[in-house]
């Protein structure tokens, strides 16, 4: 009978002490919020702003035009491409890159003696700056380049091209920069998610009958899902995202073949001073990314289950 | 309509957007340097020769006066000067481009009032109405500029003898050239085709004589609505461009080949010249072997010699800040870079044409073929420069590439300038 005030008049001494922590806790957030607030959500919102006015970057007052820039969007040619071709470099890198990496880092996964080189040099495109490597490929792949060399050397010359000056070859140009830089970064995620499966279910798996290939499907893959996840949503929002490699490499020619979303929001914004129709195709990218980042996660996240 | 606050929105695109990168930028002020000195800021074009000696030269004739400078690279110079000037921290002197046409463009800065009148300066009756009319808007001039750019046809002349050539002077020897040249392994104009290559220029020096020549008010009459680029010559600037595209007169796979590439051709003599600015001859000269010349030559458009025109234009100069705070002493740094000792120092250190006289001064052997010409009227302004927006400018760049590499026609590029110059 005597325990029974004591717990009573214990319990509130315990509870008061977190509320004052989840208080002053709310004060140490404070600062880096009101940073976070006046450095990303301010600009941002004012930035998205834009979009429903008419500013040429110049005029000190600009006109509200509701949604007519986003109208423009859907009948501006350049603007089109600009869209057709973002979606097909964000899928075909997000498809090529995410394939290959999974099948080096199998290939690397192995007790092969060169493992941990062909590890460095897969990896190492990924240090180099974008800029140095649109610099790098721009040279490789002229017309008197190191790739129509290279052929022209193993008797493949029928093969040259005219890589970069060639809308239909130049867009898969600007795709297989992107592979080569981030194949590696992408190949090492894969790696860490094969490095934590346990033997013991992979070897049981074998000794109950499963092949290379079964055993892949049915233990590995399954295993591997969240770097699975990971690396197709990384790929996916830096192929919606891509500027700096076709910036260097072609400046969105030849005649506009290779312009991306990124691309046309900085010459629409900043060469030919229509900062309300770039603002709206940065706030349409924005949208591009978040939907197809949310549902690509939902429907990697059932397959995880 | 509601109005939206232009500088917040300088303000706002360039942290959001995150691509100006203007936090760097240097502060118009009158601030007292270290030693108690009246400061001075400059933005100018990285790589610019004359920048640092103009700077001691103005710095030692005003005693107490320091000239911080900003080098800016091309193309980030357009962006950064525009973004500065529009949030009101640009430097008291800025680089700016006659006409229209880009973002720094005095034309364009002129909607804001970003730039202060020149117009009451000494070195203004230097020019005829023409320049004036580039270099402000209003009756107000907003930029002084010591060069004229020209458009000539630039050759390798140990490449040239080597095949036993000498510079056309009408349509019909260019052609002959290019077959002499692919007779000998050559080819007679180098071309890049990537952005930041020579490929608009050869329109622009056809355009000279086909446009300009033939109706020197088409660019009048182009403003008023009475002519398009659709209905004039411009048809035939296209057809004789493609003429030489299709009978092998430039670089092979000339879309994918960058500036550089192109003048190591004429500077190396694979090619026998290049349609290019002349400011560019320096650079060949110097990627050149030693003992290689170079000479120039208006680039003939028909097969009468007399009826060539030259493309002639001023070239970037300088404005002032209609902010800063040291507005006297920026328009006394204009007015240095436009006198006789600055332009004496430009013509000695950038090989540039001067756009206005300059005692004893002889052009460089490089621009003896067309120096006289430039002098006199048979010349055409850029077109470029006329033009209403920067729409105009990008149209003409893009829809060439993809009509030099035959993914356009002349009508749909034409039709998509009248297009732009009239959206």
Known sequence: MAIAPTVRSLAPRKRRPY??????????????????????????????????????????????????????????????????????????????QNVAALLIALALNSRIRTRNILRVVIFAPVVITSIAVGFLWQNLFAPAGGINEALETVGLGFLQQNWLGNPDTA??????????????????????????????????????????????????????????????????????????????????????????????????AFTLGRFGFGAALAVMLTIFVAVASIIQYRLLALQER | ??????????????????????????????????????????????????????????????????????????????????????????????????????????????????LADLSGSDWVGNYNDANKAVMGTDGEILMGANAFTIIPAIYNTQALEAVGATPPTTFSEVLALCDTAKSNGKVAYALAGVAGGNYPYVAYALYATLVHGANPDFVAEQASGDASFSDSEWTTVLSKYREMVDAGCFTAD??????????????????LGIVTVSPVITAIADAAPEGTTFQTAPFPATDDASETFLPVGLGAGYGVNAKSKNIDLAKKFVDFYMSDAGLKIAVELASIYPSAPVEGYTPPESLAGVAEQAQGDQTASFPDQTWPNAVVNQTYLDGLQAFIGGQTTAEDLLAQLDSAYNG
């Open chain 2, 254 to 271: 000339a879309t994918g080949t960058s500036v550089d590439v192109a003048q190591g051709q004429v500077a190396k003599g694979e090619a």
């Open chain 1, 19 to 96: 509320r004052g922590f989840a208080h002053t806790v709310w004060w140490f957030v404070l600062p880096a919020a009101a940073f976070y607030v006046f450095a990303v959500v301010y600009p941002s919102v004012r930035g998205s702003l834009l979009a429903f006015t008419d500013w040429d970057g110049i005029s000190p007052n600009p006109n509200w035009v509701g949604l007519d820039q986003f109208g423009r969007i859907l009948t501006d040619p350049n603007a089109l491409t600009g869209v057709r071709n973002t979606l097909l470099i964000a899928f075909a890198v997000t498809v090529i």
């Open chain 2, 1 to 114: 309509m509601r109005k939206v606050s232009a500088v917040s929105c300088a303000v706002v695109v360039a942290t959001a957007l995150g691509l100006a990168g203007c936090s760097a930028g240097p502060q118009a002020n009158s601030g007292g340097g270290e030693d108690g000195d009246t400061v001075l800021t400059v933005s100018g074009f990285a790589g610019d020769p004359t920048a640092e000696p103009l700077i001691e030269a103005f710095e030692e004739e005003n005693p107490g006066v320091t000239v911080e400078f900003t080098a800016l690279p091309f193309p980030g110079i357009l962006t950064q000067i525009n973004t500065e000037l529009v949030s009101g921290n640009a430097s008291d002197v800025v680089a700016v481009f006659p006409g229209n046409g880009n973002p720094i463009a005095v034309h364009a800065l002129a909607k804001g009032d970003y």
């Open chain 1, 171 to 268: 867009i898969w140009s600007v795709v297989i920069v992107v592979f080569w830089q981030f194949v590696g970064y992408s190949m090492v995620i894969f790696l860490a998610g094969l490095q934590g499966i346990p033997h013991e279910v992979l070897e049981a798996a074998a000794i109950d009958g499963a092949g290379p290939i079964r055993r892949f499907w049915s233990v590995v893959r399954p295993l591997l899902a969240p770097a699975i996840t990971i690396n197709v949503m990384l790929s996916l929002i830096g192929g919606l995202k891509l500027f700096d490699q076709v910036f260097v490499m072609t400046k969105g020619g030849p005649g506009g073949a290779t312009n991306t979303i990124s691309t046309l929001i900085y010459s629409n």
